[in-house]
């Protein structure tokens, strides 16, 4: 889904898109209508797809007689791991909490475009301190990933976190479904709202980690804005306050599915920090190091993280087909951590 803003209304607008090689096949959407946030910002979302193969494809927005506003290019990754046109590695940058933490996000959004060109960024929630600010939401979130070229041309997978929490569905840039999976070639990866403590969200998580689009991939990772496991935060927060109890359910009820259906990875943030861990065969890892002030003090101790790294920080994956390579990167550009998830036999 491509989603973009006028300050006015426009007319015919629609979406078409195109694989690189084949210019002359183009595939052109209904006319789009906008949502009206207010008088000077109305969003549009248009659906491009359904694709089935792999591929460079350039997409377009146009309205009217054909007048062309956007124009960018994306890469197609299809469930179908062994398709001999499929090329690894696919490249993913991750980051999480870069809320109020302009000036950090942009080093590391600028560093990590440096470093690779993605093909999928993901973001683990708190991409801003408050959901409903647009302001924020163009300066600190967009316009880093968009100054450096890399929102242009990567999808984004967005968890919400709980700054960013949208009970109401009323910020119309982002999905309006709290949970919701996809599949990347040779992985399966799975979006949870750590927000909503609602037995629906179980149940379709157990019928989704037990389904066969989930097992008979080769990598089974989630994505989750609080940690089932947290170690730093707040002391008075997290004692007088009430706030070890946020997410709860993430560790009693989520994670227990994790172990019983086999998830090879967890991707959290909420805590301003670095960890990385292993439990039941799961590798636990929180990256909310993109901006917010850095969580220092300890307040609990789950003993199996053996990577603490107390710094700012992303992530850059390389999916391949028998392995994930993992390695986290400072604001020096240094590696902070790494580690390679080998694809089970």
């Known amino acids: ?3 973009w803003e006028t300050n006015c209304v426009l007319e015919n607008v629609k979406i078409q898109w195109y694989e ?5 096949k183009i595939n052109t959407s209904s006319i789009l209508e906008p949502s009206e946030i207010d008088n000077t910002h109305y969003v549009y979302k248009g659906i491009i797809g359904p694709i089935t193969s792999v591929g460079h494809y ?3 927005i146009v309205h009217a007689v054909d007048t062309k506003l956007i124009s960018s290019y994306f890469q197609f990754f299809p469930s179908v791991p062994n398709d001999p046109n499929l090329t690894y590695p ?3 940058v991750a980051f999480a909490d870069n809320q109020f933490g302009l000036s950090v996000f942009n080093r590391l959004a600028q560093l990590a475009s440096q470093r690779t060109s993605p093909n999928f960024i993901i973001h683990a929630g708190d991409g801003v301190q408050e959901y409903d600010n647009l302001h924020q ?3 600190d979130f967009y316009d880093p990933l968009t100054n450096y070229n890399l929102a242009q041309h990567a999808p984004i997978i967005y968890a919400h976190g709980n700054h960013d929490f949208d009970p109401k569905s009323s910020y119309k840039y982002t999905t309006d479904i709290p949970w919701y999976s996809l599949t990347i070639a040779n992985t ?3 979006v949870l709202d750590s927000n909503i403590d609602d037995m629906n969200q ?4 157990s019928r989704e980690l037990s389904s066969p689009e989930t097992q008979n991939k080769d990598f089974k990772i989630v994505i989750v804005h609080i940690p089932p496991f947290m170690e730093f935060w707040d002391p008075i927060a997290w004692h007088k306050k009430k706030e070890k109890h946020w997410g709860e359910f993430v560790r009693t009820r989520f994670a227990p599915l994790f172990r019983k259906h086999g998830v090879d990875l967890v991707i959290s943030g909420h805590q301003h920090n670095y960890q990385r861990g292993q439990s039941n065969g799961t590798v636990y890892t929180i990256i909310g190091g993109a901006g917010g002030e850095l969580d220092l003090d300890r307040v609990e101790d789950w003993s199996f993280y053996n990577v603490i790294r107390q710094t700012h920080h992303y992530i850059l994956m390389e999916i391949w087909s028998d392995k994930i390579i993992w390695k986290a990167y400072d604001l020096e550009g240094s590696i902070i951590d790494n580690f390679v998830l080998e694809k089970s036999s």
């Open 137 to 139: 939401w163009q300066t």
């Open 202 to 205: 179980d149940l379709w998580l």
């Open 58 to 60: 350039v997409y377009e």
């Open 90 to 92: 696919i490249q993913i």
């Open 20 to 24: 690189k090689s084949i210019v002359n």
């Open 188 to 190: 399966r990866w799975i």
């Open 1 to 3: 889904m491509a989603v």
